[in-house]
């Protein structure tokens, strides 16, 4: 390349880049209007059953990707232990108290909590990889945790000292556990495979372990009366979050890197605050908003951390 091209290509190459920024704040967005669809959804249908159709059609509409853009869904038998783990307890777990969770609680608590999720990430790879943190990190994590718990009372003593938690609050800690374990057996076992072809087979995984579960809820005695405003929602949910929301995910962490990538997520609640306030009427509280800041403060204090050691 000669000098008269490297302008052009740098200028290309900042144009990608922030094109994956775009995609990424898009799907923070995303993923924040799932936890308004959910609210939309979880009325007229059970947890098992919404999580069964969320997947069921994302996974139809991943394999048309997958067709489309012809890659191979070949494996090996011996990795079905991987998709197994990935589709229960990264999509199942996650998704299944995620839905339980918006049952009881608001979706701005569900999105709050859900913040958490990268500090919570770090935390685990302390025991899991054996992976060294240092003190500025410890701080962040703390900082995350007691962002959580006052969320988890309601910033009230009184709730605290009596431990009268909401359970929606509780589903949704569990939901994020689950997403965590999941994304750090994915780190150590899913490097192997596509990021495409890992999402079909754990989303194909997951919509396959449901069955008994939603044919239990006797999904035949309320299927036709689900509003046209819950099936959008579904659908919503489906394509947005699901497909475009993880694959774009995976594109940013191949192309900036996972630290970067997962800086984005910070969004998600201060987006479900603006959202649950124009389609679902929820004004957030100062609380909420405090909480929210201090669980982001401490999620960046992490990545910074992280990033300094390396």
């Known amino acids: 390349m000669n000098a008269k091209d490297q302008p052009a290509a740098a200028t290309a190459s900042g144009q990608g880049n922030g094109a994956v920024y775009v995609g990424m704040v898009l799907a923070s967005l995303f993923w924040a209007g799932a936890f308004i669809a959910g609210k939309y959804s979880t009325p007229y249908i059970p947890p098992f059953t919404v999580t069964f159709l969320r997947f069921l059609f994302a996974t139809i509409v991943l394999f048309g990707v997958i067709r489309v853009q012809k890659v191979s869904l070949r494996v090996e038998k011996k990795d079905l232990p991987i998709f197994l783990f ?3 307890v990264g999509m199942f777990g996650y998704h299944v108290l995620f839905f339980m969770s918006l049952q009881f609680t608001t979706a701005i608590n569900s999105s709050i909590i859900a913040a958490f999720l990268p500090a919570l990430t770090a935390l685990l790879t302390v025991f899991f990889l054996r992976q060294r943190v240092s003190g500025l990190e410890i701080f962040g994590i703390v900082l995350s945790l007691v962002g959580v718990l006052l969320t988890l009372t309601g910033a009230s003593l009184d709730t605290l000292l009596h431990l009268s938690f909401n359970k929606g609050d509780l589903y949704m800690v569990g939901a994020v556990v689950c997403f965590a374990v999941y994304g750090i057996f ?3 076992h899913g490097g192997k495979f596509a990021p495409i072809v890992l999402t079909f ?3 194909l995984v997951c919509v396959i372990f449901l069955i008994p579960f939603s044919l239990a809820e006797q999904p035949w005695t309320f299927l ?3 509003p046209a405003s819950a099936w959008a929602a579904v659908l919503y949910m489906s394509i ?10 995976q594109v940013a962490i191949q192309r900036i890197g996972p630290g ?5 997520n910070n969004l998600t609640p201060l987006f479900s605050m603006v959202l649950s306030a124009l389609f679902l009427g929820d004004q957030p509280q100062l609380v909420q908003i405090f909480t929210a800041l201090l669980i982001i403060a401490g999620v960046l204090i992490c990545q910074r951390a992280a990033h300094k050691r390396g």
Do not use: N
Request: aromatic letters at 18%; a positive charge; proline letters at 7%.
């Open 240 to 249: 947005f979050p699901s497909v475009i929301g993880y694959l774009t995910q």
């Open 186 to 188: 994915s780190k150590r």
């Open 260 to 264: 970067p990538t997962s800086l984005f």
């Open 86 to 88: 990935t589709g229960i």
């Open 224 to 226: 036709g009366e689900i």
């Open 201 to 203: 087979y754990s989303f």
